[in-house]
């Protein structure tokens, strides 16, 4: 079985490569250059008309966009890899919960963040609508920090997608020393997945080296 994922570096693809290589499976992977646009052309429209990362195509000539989608899906194809807990597990509605809450009321604001003018009338303040964004992005955060188990080095019990998308996200609008002082459990997991064995070189490739 061979997937084929649409990404770039520095992107939620980052999520999908790591579970695929968590649940030891191979994937083609067809880089999409937000620089040059590329996420808009025809080609990759037909594929996600949305023109967002990533997209991941099954064996069987499914693609499915949305990366906590893919997750859940992947979970459910690989279910001997533990991405998401298990249907009986005590922890397993409480992964839907805040697997939900970073994809959801995390990851969305990170456009918002990054490119203001796009939902707001030229005359807005860009400055101060990027400081109002990224103070309702760490206030979420903490929510996720409070969930946290206060000596593990994942959200649950044990390595979860969650964890993905928390190393992830959380890297982007927050302020890596904001997050180091005022999320450090946030900060742990991050740490955690970016030195597992398989995940290790797929971290590099999209964030650099993980700093101590």
Known sequence: MVYTLWGEPDSGSFMVEAALAEAGQDVHLIDIDLTKDEQHNAQYLAINPLGKIPALRFNDGTTIVQSAAILLALSEEHPEARLMPALDAPDRRHALRWLIHVAAEIYPLIELYDYPLRFAPPETHETAMRSRVRQ?????????????????????????????????????????????????????????????????????????????
Request: aromatic content about 10%.
């Open 136 to 212: 309702r992005i760490r206030e979420r955060w903490q929510l996720v920090e409070q969930a946290a188990s206060a000596e593990g080095s994942f959200l649950l019990s044990g390595f979860s997608a969650i964890d993905l998308a928390i190393a992830a996200i959380s890297n982007w609008a927050i302020g890596n020393e904001w997050r180091a002082r005022e999320c450090p459990k946030l900060t742990r997991i991050a740490e955690t997945v970016a030195q597992r064995p398989v995940i290790a070189p797929i971290w590099r490739r999209h964030f650099g080296e993980q700093e101590n």
